[in-house]
């Protein structure tokens, strides 16, 4: 037992494991307690037994295995973790347990897998159990079956996926085994329960025997529907359900309807596979078929007749056997074959199911017109031939082709047409039979049913008894409006014998016909194909064709009839309840009618009716209002009333008061009664009579208002128009003409027919009178409003001046939106209209897409023309196409029979010849357009191949292709494309280009859609097989389209989708699919939809909006959908018409309130960037209109719908003004706290703002521009920058407002337009607004004018694009402009121009008209004239600039890069000069053109520029006086702001005079060394840096070459710049804010400096020098990091680019990278290392290894080495995922490089080597190897040693001391000086406190520490040399006395004077003065200053030897001459002060 006890020790995991299998049992009976103790799932314990588990269950000692068991059993119940155990503990169970032979062990396997089925793991187990049935063991196989049996019986065939275990029965009835074979007969037992018949096809093949004993098994399974009875862990509620139940005492009803679906779900189609049978059609079948004898015509079919017994068939393309199919029934004349061939169709339809649909349209017509055979067996099989197409396709598919049928002459067809409608409608449900489609089909049935055949009748009634059973009777009785009453009685009893399809089976009445297969398809349809049809019905018009039949256009007969037919869908709507027969009420006598009067009203006003006398006949009609008004409704006899006013004299009344009164009282009794039609065609005559008359029209349009309010303005407009026009009173024409205008805006548009009006409008406008064509025009104008521009087709044929009149209305029209109705709303409050009236909304747009005469142009493509298409020869094929092309052209629209011709351009589609295929696919945009909505019967045969195009190889064949598909969804809607496999099919192939594209398209069409197909989901495994493709483009598209699948599908369903996937695999895209849950955007909903159709002014129902209401209301595909939306649809919709703002709310609000708390605008990652992207494609319409037409707006509600709120969009996009205001004041008050939400969707917000400005309201303008100027603002603030494309998309349009007529929008506008100008660079504004003076507004052209001399005035003559020349041409034109104003603008933008660029502009004008010149030069010598008036014009023109000018410089942070002009203007923009006054000198102006010019890249071009300007530079040099005493006044005007004073000095920073840079440096230093002041300096470093820069070029090129200056000058000029820009990156914080192509310019000047021979040879140049690169230093770790190190990169490409920059350059920018490189691994956490490596990849792209090689020297390619090498150590690995911003990763050899990097540091680690660059050691150490540590340190001390690198060496030499602490230098130390020795430790002493934050701060007086180090040589004498300049931080004085104390000890002077220092404590410890308060003051401070410093400087000066260095710093000037500096300014000080007196 020794060793028994060793293992008792061990813990429990070991045990498990142990080799004993005693030590195993215990181990297996520990865990089991243990697991049952464990109470946390989640607890860590668990994973300890991850790898184990698999063990437990295989165990190979029979005991242990089954204690193993159990405790496997607790595992997998108890543990989270155990999900990832399922496979291979599955598959140990089936292989090891499965065939032990114990029961035990087998029952625990059985549960192991029930219970990981429990765990979700279902797929996995199924997966393993299918396995095992291949098992060669017979016990195994058994219990995997009884496994799957179980598991079937208690989880439900939801769970256990059916289709695999069906798939592998009949192979199983086939074993030897006899246990096998009964186990299986169990489970097809069990697989019965759960889904009936649909298992009988698949098992039909197997032994007899076997299956008469099924079936006897069978038949006992009891009927009812079986319940699972053990749940999932996520069912947790159903479980708590049916135990509730159980408990209640069995099986109570209440709960089966959740289990209820369970039931049909599986179709036994689904569980069968698919036969391919084309290619098994005999060879000769196609030449068979058209044999002369019909026996081999008859063996061909049974050949087919035999393969499409298969109950499913692979989709495939069956188009020629259709079409010889076809041809057999349409004209064989044997009808045995025919009969043959339509069995043949059955099958093809049945075994394809909806891949049939796309064939359908052809064959339907020809089965219909064959039912004329009368042999029953013919009959049958037509009939079941069309049941089963029926099937695969949809009632509104094919409703065209049966309505045609309809009309036919033979009653058979009639008979068997109606019949095949009523088998159809069974199919249907009401959401799948909407109005659209009841109306044209009961039109058509109700003339059956008064047909003379009685067959023909008895039809018609059984078909329109099954509409009114599955539509209900509210839907269909306005259609029976005019049946009698036997005959509806008939319709009602022949409904209530229907019995329905539905959901359910197939009900027992349903056709016996319907054969096996079509059984098991109905459940699907409900689903599936009854969406579809819901929005079919919506988007598509279809059958409306029809219905202007019914629809007469002329005067009625006698009202009846002709309301029925009028009133369309309209009439019964309008009541609430079932009032319909009160419309409809009969006439009464007039005896009745008396008789009712009398007892309502008085009998003295009966009495007096007739009276002759008109006081009496007033006095009656005053009773009678009286007596009205007080009626109640219920009592009110409306009919008896309005007889008795039309009673003698009626409305032959002459006296108008009465008249009046009498209509006023009609009015009355239609508002306040239930008023019927028949009681308006009382009173409708008289009206329209007197509807013209002056004094009693208003009354009587008063009264036509209230009957059309009461009765429904369709009805009531077609009577009142079509009296008018029957009579001949011109006055009364024209006056119901505009009573109908105006009620169309009162009740909006639906419901009315366009085409009865049009004919009376059409006789309007041909009348002779005038104002009966206004009105006439006036209406069409209001009509255009709701119709849009199909309107006008109908008027083509018109004269030309009455159709430009025509089009002169339109145009007034456009960009307005339809009024939101106000009348004829309010009786439909109860549910009762709602239905309708979302019906009609969608039909008025369709109505009028429909009414247009479409042109059949079916005969027109012949055969001949399809064989010339199909030819080998291209050129003809190419003249097919042409002759397509031109057909139709000709016809425009087209009906949508097109013959043969989409099977002959759907095999051009993939024609060799690519220009071929272009030009049909430009055919086929022209199709969609021609047919309408009717294209979507082609979208399976022409659409999908369409999409395959998409993955051509070239470019412009894609692009043609997408537009192409774009064109056709734009007709059909989505829901054609997303049904069925087709899509998915398309997605899966591998094609790249095909992914991209498809996946784009969706991605863009998806978030339009309120439901899709279910089919969707088959797209699923395929997008998700592109997230991880080898071409980046396809995965980039597909993680862009996955919200959107998400957004329909749920994530569930997705997530779910993954279990397929490799588990790597299924990883990444679980956490892609988390990241897309969070940017799922909303469902775009449905009411807004609705509203929309107004806006969009019901453009041809573009797009899905109208269909989105249909659809809701109807039962949706999609299960995410909650009820509760459904209701709010509904009740929503109808209001949807855009009522008043009030209502419309009333209902959505409840559930809206809540939803606005959100943002308003979402950010979807790359939104703007794809948006862009599909613009530039042509894949959306480019934002370019002179009006908005609806295209544009819907296509921006589309892209709004991602990514703003949708009750925000509503409000957007809503008819009603107000609407507008809300939203823009909701955008205001969210514009700060959603400032990235604003930027992201930026474009969309400006293109919204353009449409603003084509509305009429003013106060929308208003609050649009004060949107705009916080908008712009903000923007500034954030440095945010234009693109292109936003740009472009809105500023030309802003540019229009500026003409408008109102000051106020004129002076905003232009305040825009000068914001504008900070974030978008001036000179691309110039062309936009160069544009906008070729208005034909003549106040804009003036306001642009302005503003064009406004730019050059603010910001010099570079803004004028594309040249000065050309520019000045442009606006000299204007002088001789005809509008006085313009003129005058004109003469004053030059005048501005002249006196920026002096004589110059007469050269650039070249030549004007003697006339328009004399003005010009007149005007300039006036302006000469008055100097002051100018500033004052100036003043007050101003300020709004200058604000907008200080708001923010640094705007290049976020743009886009951009070439240095366009930063240069920006900094322009910041307003760098904004000169006042012309006298304002205008050096720093040429200075900037100058650079403009020059690209920041090549500067050798420098001198050429200059030449010009040196006659400038020496006016101020002569007169500095005058200059100082202009500035100095324009300085106080500004000195409020802080902002544009700064702006204003540092424009004088560039100045060509040295004092004024003096002076200006001097000031901005004081800012920056005060801590309080500093701030303000922040937003201007790169404006500060560039004035700087400017200036270093102008010394280098102008002043140091110039022989008259003083070269003290110059070097007290450079001490400024230095000591200033010292100053600044002290400042980490405003250091950080320059950007790289400011640094990258700065760091060129101050190289360039550094190697400027000239300024050594200056006395004091070296020192100069050594500031310099101190400068350099702080530069280099002050800056943004990631910005200097990417200026350096492009500087260092760029000089070995130059070949005239010196080798001494590059390798200057190499030791900075150096540098750089020393300070990454304290830096590397704040590095943008995307950016980096990006301009590494650059670098490395312009210098390929190989080119690098070449270079004279090896620095270039070993600073990269360390550089790439250095980032590598420090991030490892993950270095990889940094090159996101690179487009093509192969055009560089970056990644190639570190991934060796990355490589051989994974060799290497360990070695010493490795270490050391770990530690961020120089490149030199890279290679060093211990060895080599020596030649380190020489380098070091070499460093040291020399004169330029010593601060360097000392900063290396302190790195490596701290790195390595034990490192000796004392060796090289030894043989050094004393000096020497001593300099190197306070050097490094002086570093270690300046890093230990002691040091930061520079001595106020004193050497600043950094700069000892780099002055020293070896020499003594100039240790001190620089004490003296004032480098100030801001610190507290304290610090600079403590810092003054160590220094002058170090000096050897005493600290015994203290006496002399109070001043300067005092000047250091004072508060700041207020922001500096005037220019003067600003003086008296820096003199004050300058005094203090130079008594310092007596006080130091006490070693005669020593040479003063430039102050570098504040101090104006180097202290020799300081003094004589100070007195200058003293005796300028006096002349300012004395000037300003």
Not at 45 to 73: C, H, M, P, R
Not at 307 to 314: A, M, R, S, T
Not at 1132 to 1156: F, R, T
Not at 1498 to 1521: G, N, S, T, Y
Request: aromatic content about 6%; hydrophobic content about 40%.
């Amino acid at each position: 037992m020794g060793d028994d006890s060793e293992w008792m020790k061990l813990p429990i995991d070991q045990k498990c494991e142990h080799k004993l299998w005693k030590a195993r049992l215990n181990g297996y009976e520990e865990a089991l307690k243990l697991f049952q103790k464990i109470d946390d799932e989640k607890s860590p314990e668990w994973s300890k037994y991850l790898g184990l588990i698999k063990k437990f269950v295989t165990d190979s000692n029979a005991v242990a295995q089954l204690k193993g068991l159990e405790a496997a059993l607790a595992y997998v119940e108890n543990a989270h973790v155990a999900g990832k155990t399922t496979g291979e503990v599955a598959s140990g169970v089936v292989n090891k347990v499965f065939n032990q032979p114990k029961a035990r062990a087998k029952e625990l396997g059985l549960d192991i897998c029930l219970m990981y089925i429990e765990i979700e793991k279902g797929e996995a187990v199924q997966e393993e159990l299918l396995k095992g049935l291949d098992n060669k063991n017979p016990k195994i196989i058994v219990a995997c079956i009884e496994t799957l049996r179980k598991a079937l019986s208690e989880f439900g065939s939801k769970i256990i996926s059916l289709k695999p275990i069906i798939k592998v029965l009949p192979k199983l009835f086939e074993s030897r085994e006899k246990a096998v074979r009964d186990e299986a007969k169990l489970l097809a037992v069990e697989i019965y329960r759960w889904i009936r018949d649909a298992l009988r096809p698949p098992l039909q093949n197997i032994n007899s025997v076997q299956l008469k004993e099924l079936e006897e098994e069978w038949v006992k399974v009891s009927s009812a529907a079986p319940k699972q009875t053990r749940f999932l862990r996520s069912q947790q509620e159903l479980k708590a359900k049916f135990e509730q139940q159980q408990a209640v005492g069995g099986d109570a009803d209440g709960g089966g309807d959740d289990e209820e679906e369970a039931v049909p779900q599986v179709d036994a189609y689904e569980l069968l596979e698919a036969v391919e049978i084309l290619s098994k059609l005999p060879k000769d079948f196609y030449e068979k078929i058209e044999a002369k004898k019909w026996q081999e015509r008859k063996e061909a079919l049974e050949a087919v007749e035999l393969l499409v017994k298969n109950p499913k068939l692979e989709s495939g393309d069956y188009a020629d056997l259709v079409k010889v199919l076809k041809k057999v029934v349409g004209k064989d004349t044997n009808v045995m074959l025919v009969a043959l061939a339509a069995k043949c169709l059955t099958g093809l339809a049945a075994g394809l199911r909806k891949k049939f649909g796309q064939y359908a349209g052809h064959v339907v017509p020809t089965i219909l017109e064959k039912f004329k055979e009368k042999k029953p067996q013919v009959v049958q099989a037509l009939q079941e031939a069309i049941d089963a197409i029926f099937l695969t396709t949809t009632l509104q598919n094919i409703s065209e082709d049966v309505l045609a049928v309809m009309d036919n002459k033979n009653p058979t067809i009639k008979q068997q047409t109606s019949l095949f409608i009523a088998r159809s409608f069974r199919h249907c449900t009401p959401s799948t039979l909407p109005k659209s489609l009841l109306k044209p089909f009961c039109a058509a049935l109700l003339k059956h049913i008064n047909d003379s055949a009685p067959e023909v009748r008895d039809a018609g009634f059984e078909a329109l008894g099954t509409a009114l059973k599955v539509a209900g009777e509210k839907a269909v009785n306005p259609f029976l409006a005019d049946v009698d009453k036997l005959k509806l009685d008939r319709i009602k009893e022949c409904a209530e014998k229907v019995e329905l399809v539905y959901g359910k089976k197939t009900g027992g009445a349903a056709e016996k016909k319907e054969g096996k297969p079509i059984i098991g398809k109905t459940p699907a349809l409900s689903g599936t194909g009854g969406d579809k049809e819901t929005k079919d019905a919506a988007t598509k018009p279809g059958p409306l064709k029809k219905v202007p039949a019914v629809k007469p256009g002329g005067p009625p007969k006698k009202g009846k009839p002709a309301a029925a037919a009028g009133m369309g869908g309209a009439g019964a709507k309008g009541k609430k309840g079932p009032e319909t027969k009160e419309i409809f009420e009969s006439e009464l006598s007039i005896e009745v009618c008396e008789e009712k009067a009398a007892a309502v009203l008085p009998a003295s006003c009966i009495q007096q009716l007739d009276s002759g006398n008109w006081k009496e006949r007033l006095a009656c009609m005053e009773e009678f209002q009286k007596a009205v008004e007080l009626m109640e409704r219920s009592e009110m006899p409306c009919q008896a009333l309005v007889r008795m006013l039309a009673k003698k004299p009626g409305w032959k009344e002459t006296n108008f008061q009465v008249m009046q009164m009498k209509l006023h009282i009609v009015a009355l009794i239609a508002q306040k009664g239930n008023f019927s039609k028949t009681s308006a065609q009382v009173v409708m005559d008289g009206l329209v009579d007197k509807v013209g008359d002056v004094k009693c029209g208003s009354n009587a349009k008063e009264a036509m208002t209230a009957i059309a309010e009461a009765c429904q303005l369709p009805w009531t407009a077609e009577q009142v128009v079509a009296m008018a026009f029957s009579q001949k009173n011109p006055k009364n024409q024209s006056e119901t003409l505009n009573w109908l205008s105006n009620a169309i805006k009162e009740f909006g548009f639906s419901g009315l027919n366009v085409k009865a009006f049009i004919s009376n409008v059409k006789t309007a406008l041909a009348a002779t009178n005038p104002a009966v064509r206004t009105s006439a025009i006036t209406l069409l104008g209001v009509m255009y409003l709701y119709v849009g521009p199909p309107l006008r087709m109908f008027f083509e044929d018109e004269k030309p001046a009455l159709l430009s009149q025509i089009d002169a209305e339109f145009e007034k029209m456009q960009g307005q939106t339809a009024p939101a109705p106000t009348r004829g709303i309010s009786r439909h409050s109860g549910g009762g209209g709602d239905d309708g009236e979302e019906e009609e909304q969608e039909d008025v747009g369709n109505d009028v897409v429909d009414l247009l005469p479409r042109t059949d142009i079916g005969d027109k493509i012949t055969a001949e023309l399809v064989s010339k298409i199909g030819d080998k020869n291209w050129k003809i094929r190419k003249e097919g196409l042409d002759e397509v092309t031109s057909i139709i052209n000709d016809a425009k629209f087209i009906q949508p029979n097109i013959g043969e011709l989409p099977a002959a351009l759907k095999s051009r589609l993939n024609d060799s010849n690519k220009i071929l295929v272009q030009q049909t696919l430009s055919i086929l945009q022209q199709l969609a357009t021609a047919m309408g909505p009717n294209i979507k019967q082609h979208v399976k045969n022409l659409g999908i191949p369409v999409i395959t195009v998409l993955g051509d190889s070239k470019n412009n064949v894609r692009a043609a292709a997408l537009a192409t598909v774009n064109a056709w969804a734009e007709q059909t809607g989505m829901k054609e494309w997303l049904e069925g496999e087709d899509l998915s099919e398309e997605l899966k192939k591998e094609n790249p280009f095909l992914r991209q594209e498809l996946l784009g398209w969706l991605a863009e069409k998806l978030p339009t859609l309120r439901s899709v197909p279910s089919d969707l989901l088959l797209c699923v495994p395929h997008l998700y097989s592109c997230l991880e493709d080898r071409n980046g483009d396809v995965r980039k598209k597909a993680q862009d389209a996955l919200p959107f699948f998400m957004m329909h599908l749920g994530f569930e369903k997705m997530a779910k989708a993954t279990g397929k996937l490799k588990p790597t695999s299924k990883d990444q895209v679980l956490a892609m699919l988390e990241k897309a849950k969070a940017n799922m955007p909303a469902k775009p909903a449905a009411p807004a939809k609705a509203s929309s159709r107004v806006v969009g002014g019901a453009a041809p129902a573009k797009f899905q909006p109208a269909s989105a209401l249909a659809e809701d209301s109807g039962s949706n595909t999609m299960e995410s959908k909650p009820d509760p939306k459904k209701a709010k649809a509904g009740g929503a919709s109808s209001k949807a018409k855009g009522v008043q703002g009030k209502k419309v709310l009333s209902k959505p609000n409840l559930k809206e309130d809540d939803d606005k708390s959100g943002p308003i605008f979402i950010i979807v990652p790359n939104g703007k960037e794809q948006r862009m992207r599909d613009e530039r494609g042509l894949k959306v319409l480019k934002w370019n209109f002179t009006t908005p037409r609806d295209e544009y707006i819907e296509q921006l509600k589309t892209q709004m719908s991602s990514c703003v709120a949708k009750w925000l969009q509503d409000e957007m996009f809503h008819a009603d003004f107000q609407h507008h205001n809300k939203a823009l004041a909701v955008m205001i008050e969210h514009l700060e706290s959603e400032k990235d939400g604003v930027i992201s969707c930026l474009d969309l917000i400006l293109k919204w703002l353009t449409l603003r400005f084509f509305d009429t309201n003013t106060s929308v303008l208003m609050k649009a521009l004060e949107y705009l100027k916080l908008l712009f603002n903000l923007l500034s603030q954030e440095e945010y920058h234009l693109t292109e494309n936003e740009a472009s998309s809105f500023i030309p349009y802003l540019v229009l407002k500026v003409g408008e007529p109102k000051d106020v929008i004129r002076k905003d506008v232009r305040a825009i337009l000068n914001r504008m100008c900070l974030i978008y660079p001036a000179s691309k504004m110039f062309t936009f607004i160069m544009e906008g003076t070729k208005s034909k507004n003549s106040k804009q052209r003036a306001e642009c004018l302005e503003e064009l001399g406004c730019l050059v005035e603010s910001y010099g003559m570079n803004v004028c694009q594309p040249t000065p020349g050309k520019a000045l041409k442009e606006m000299a034109t204007h002088i001789g402009d005809r509008d006085n104003t313009v003129r005058n603008a004109a003469l004053n933008t030059i005048v501005t121009v002249y006196n920026v660029h002096g004589d110059q502009v007469f050269k650039l004008i070249g030549n004007l008209s003697e006339k328009d010149m004399s003005m010009l030069e007149e005007r300039i010598k006036r302006s000469a004239k008055r100097p002051s008036a100018a500033p004052v014009r100036q003043a007050e023109e101003k300020p709004q600039r200058t604000q907008n000018i200080s708001a923010n410089a640094s705007m290049l942070r976020k743009g886009p890069a951009e070439d240095m002009s366009s930063k240069l203007n920006q900094n322009r923009n910041m307003g760098s000069h904004s000169e006042t006054t012309h006298t304002v000198p205008r050096e720093f102006q040429l200075d900037l053109d100058e650079i403009e010019n020059d690209n920041g890249t090549v500067r050798c071009e420098m001198p050429a520029l200059v030449q010009h300007k040196l006659d400038d530079i020496f006016e101020p040099v002569l007169i500095p006086e005058p200059k100082i005493r202009a500035v100095s006044p324009h300085f106080d005007d500004m000195h409020s702001n802080t902002a544009s004073t700064i702006n204003f000095v540092i424009s004088q920073v560039a100045s060509g005079d040295i004092n004024t840079s003096i002076q200006a440096l001097a000031q901005i230093d004081e800012v920056l060394r005060q801590e309080d002041k500093a701030e303000a300096m922040s937003g201007h470093i790169d404006q500060f840096l560039i004035a700087t820069f400017m200036q270093l070029r102008l010394i280098y090129n102008t002043h140091m070459a110039d022989e008259k200056l003083d070269k003290d000058e110059i070097v007290k000029l450079y001490s400024c710049i230095i000591g200033s820009m010292i100053s600044l990156f002290q400042i980490e914080s405003l250091a950080r804010e320059a950007s790289t192509g400011v640094l990258k310019d700065l760091m060129h000047g101050l190289i360039t400096l550094m190697l400027d021979s000239r300024v050594e040879d200056l006395e004091e140049g070296e020192q100069v020098i050594r500031s310099v690169n101190l400068l350099v230093v702080k530069v280099l770790e002050k800056s943004d990091q990631t910005n200097i190190l990417s200026a350096l990169l492009v500087l260092l490409q760029d000089s070995l680019l130059a070949t005239a920059s010196s080798p001494k350059f590059s390798e200057l920018v190499m030791k900075c990278l150096w540098r750089m490189v020393r300070l990454l691994p304290e830096t590397i956490n704040s590095i943008n290392l995307d950016r980096i490596l990006l301009d590494i990849h650059i670098f490395m792209k312009v210098f390929p290894k190989e080119k690098l090689k070449q270079c004279k020297s090896e620095f270039p390619i070993r600073t990269l080495k360390t550089l790439l090498h250095t980032l590598c150590k420090l991030k490892g690995p993950k270095i990889l995922d940094h090159l996101t911003m690179i487009d093509n990763k192969n055009e560089s050899e970056l990644e190639a490089h570190l991934c060796r990097v990355m490589k051989h540091s994974m060799d290497q680690t360990g070695s010493k080597a490795d270490k050391d660059t770990e530690k961020g050691a120089s490149r030199i150490e890279e290679k060093a190897s211990k060895a080599k540590v020596n030649d380190i340190l020489a380098e070091i001390f070499k460093k040291i040693g020399s004169k330029e690198n010593t601060k360097e060496g000392l900063a290396e030499l302190y790195e490596y001391k701290k790195k390595y602490s034990d490192a000796d230098i004392e060796p090289f130390l030894k043989n050094s000086s004393q000096f020497f020795q001593s300099y190197v430790e306070r050097g490094l002493r002086l570093i270690e406190t300046e890093r230990e934050g002691k040091g930061r701060i520079a001595a106020s007086t004193g050497i600043s520490p950094q700069m000892e180090g780099t002055c020293v040589p070896a020499s003594t004498h100039t240790v001190s040399s620089s004490i003296g300049n004032t480098n100030g931080e801001e610190v507290g004085p304290s610090v600079y006395l403590e810092r003054l104390k160590i220094l002058r000890q170090r000096c050897g002077l005493d600290n015994a004077k203290q006496e002399d220092r109070p001043p300067l404590t005092s000047l250091l410890s004072k508060p700041a003065v207020p922001t500096v308060a005037s220019s003067t003051d600003m003086l008296h401070s820096k003199l004050s200053q300058l005094r203090e410093s130079r008594e310092q400087y007596q006080h130091l000066d006490l070693d005669s030897n020593q040479t003063h260095s430039s102050g570098i710093g504040t101090t104006l000037a180097s202290p020799s001459s300081a003094a004589a500096n100070i007195d200058d300014l003293k005796k300028r000080l006096e002349r300012i002060k004395s000037s300003r007196k």
